[in-house]
């Protein structure tokens, strides 16, 4: 062979090696590109999947603990859009431990790790590749050895509003040879003083070495504002490994505190009736009365309803047409009035009706008793209002066996002294009197014989129709007798 043939047999050498080259490197490419494709910078893909270390589980500072990057199976929520991802042969995984130590390995999706002391340690994991880098952190709780928990001795604690504090008693069980010590706290400073009956504290208790209970007390407030029973959390917090609590690091018990105020009440007179009159308005007034005062004005909406009866042919709105508005019982006061205009005329037709409805417009839920109200317009010549008894308080509260004085007026004033028959359908709960002379106001006692709510009527025997009004009384059982404390005696 020529040398002109040798060189062209060695220039298709190197152009074949060439292109096997290029295609391997080429295939070498899209193979890596294909194998590991780039994480999301969120790391929506994976989770961080660490040991729980709960007292049924613990891990002990100095023992490995296993961690590991999981799959995620779903995205959460729903409609949220992840990208699931597994742990790649071309991956890189750094891990990072807060005691200083690394590890790196590639293509591993888990690893294990000793944490000498015990505590609260931080974990944080990065996956590399030529897509990117996504980072994960989390904290392992690490306990030390022989295993302590502490835990209320009661996962719930009921007291009366009245009684003025609560203990919750926390107790130690397992190692009782270190000190421990457990924050706890009722809600955050920052917030206030009080949460409603319950006050807002802070602190921590430490288990000496050998104790194995420790109380926390915490002040009741007693208000005289109803809000019904409130529900409290104690939050207990434990960082050192030293012991353990409920959920590792963390617990909470329950506070429940009974309301002992009596719902407030407001009333009206629930039916009225009234002349009509010739001609003319007649003025007509309802009241509307609370069993209790407020420190703020007591507002309440009110709204008229036809009947048989008119708007404007035979009543009027106390502006003469807006048929909805407000009424406000000023602060300190238990007593509002609603002034409706009865319009008369002389012409023949039945008694007819219409109504009035109060709704609390704002400010804490309050029951209103006697509403709507049922007005009946009498056809009657007189120009007159009719009297009707009305109770100052209609809703009143007293311990059993005591008496409780409460005042029945009539409006407007009669011509004399009027016989108001009392009665009840409770002779069991109350003793009133049978009745009572009343010249515009009188006063009576009512007697508390056994626990319940009575209603107490009283009518207007001598007037045309005998109008009546009802009052509710509630009879709270009397306290049960404080044990009397013996002094001890040394043999």
């Avoid at 030529?130 to 994960?136: C, E, V």
């Avoid at 004005?297 to 008119?310: H, N, R, S």
């Avoid at 319009?343 to 609390?360: K, W």
């Amino acid at each position: 062979m020529d040398a002109r043939a040798r060189r062209r047999v060695l220039t298709n050498m190197r152009m074949r090696v060439l292109v096997l080259l290029s295609a391997a490197l080429l295939f070498v490419g899209e193979s890596r590109a294909q194998s590991c494709p780039g994480l999301k910078p969120s790391g929506d893909g994976m989770t961080l999947v660490l040991p729980y270390c709960a007292p049924s589980d613990p891990c002990f500072a100095g023992r490995a603990v296993a961690l590991r990057l999981q799959k995620v199976q779903s995205c959460y929520p729903w409609y949220y859009q992840c990208h699931p991802y597994d742990i790649r042969a071309c991956d890189v995984v750094k891990w990072t431990f807060d005691d200083g130590q690394t590890s790196t390995q590639t293509g591993a999706a888990s690893t294990t790790h000793a944490f000498t002391t015990p505590g609260m340690h931080r974990v944080d994991v990065t996956v590399t590749n030529d897509g990117g880098t996504a980072a994960w952190q989390g904290s392992v709780v690490m306990a030390a050895e022989p295993l302590a928990v502490v835990a209320s001795e009661n996962a719930s604690y009921t007291v009366a509003e009245t009684a003025g504090s609560v203990t919750v008693r926390l107790k130690r069980t397992g190692d009782t040879s270190r000190r421990v010590t457990v924050d706890y706290r009722t809600g955050y400073p920052s917030s206030g003083s009080v949460d409603r009956n319950l006050s807002i504290v802070e602190g921590s208790v430490t288990f000496e070495p050998g104790e194995t209970i420790k109380p926390v007390t915490i002040p009741v407030i007693d208000d005289d504002v109803y809000n019904g029973d409130s529900y409290h959390y104690l939050w207990l917090e434990c960082y050192t490994g030293l012991a353990l609590l409920k959920n590792a690091v963390m617990d909470s018990v329950d506070i429940h505190i009974v309301e002992d105020d009596v719902a407030p009440r407001a009333t009206s007179v629930g039916s009225v009736r009234v002349v009509e009159g010739d001609s003319g308005m007649t003025l007509l007034k309802i009241p509307v009365t609370l069993s209790r005062t407020f420190s703020q004005p007591v507002d309440f909406w009110w709204t008229l309803y036809e009947g048989t009866a008119m708007r404007v042919s035979d009543w009027l709105a106390p502006d003469g047409y807006v048929m909805q508005g407000q009424i406000t019982i000023p602060a300190g006061a238990t007593r509002g009035d609603f002034l409706v205009q009865i319009v008369g005329d002389t012409t023949p037709e039945a008694d007819e009706t219409f109504s009035l409805q109060f709704v609390r417009s704002a400010g804490p839920a309050m029951t209103i008793e006697g509403s709507p109200v049922t007005i009946t317009i009498v056809n009657d010549d007189a120009v007159v209002a009719h009297p009707l008894p009305w109770f100052e308080s209609r809703s009143v509260s007293v311990r059993e066996k005591q008496s409780v004085t409460v005042a029945l007026h009539i409006d407007p004033s009669p011509d004399g002294p009027q016989r108001v028959a009392l009665t009840t359908q409770n002779a069991s709960l109350v003793r009133v009197p049978s009745s009572i002379i009343v010249d515009h106001q009188a006063s009576f006692a009512i007697d508390a014989l056994a626990p319940g709510t009575a209603a107490i009527t009283a009518t207007l025997v001598d007037e045309p129709g005998q109008p009546s009004t009802t009052m509710y009384v509630t009879i709270l059982a009397a306290p049960p007798p404080q044990p009397q404390r013996g002094r001890a005696v040394r043999h």
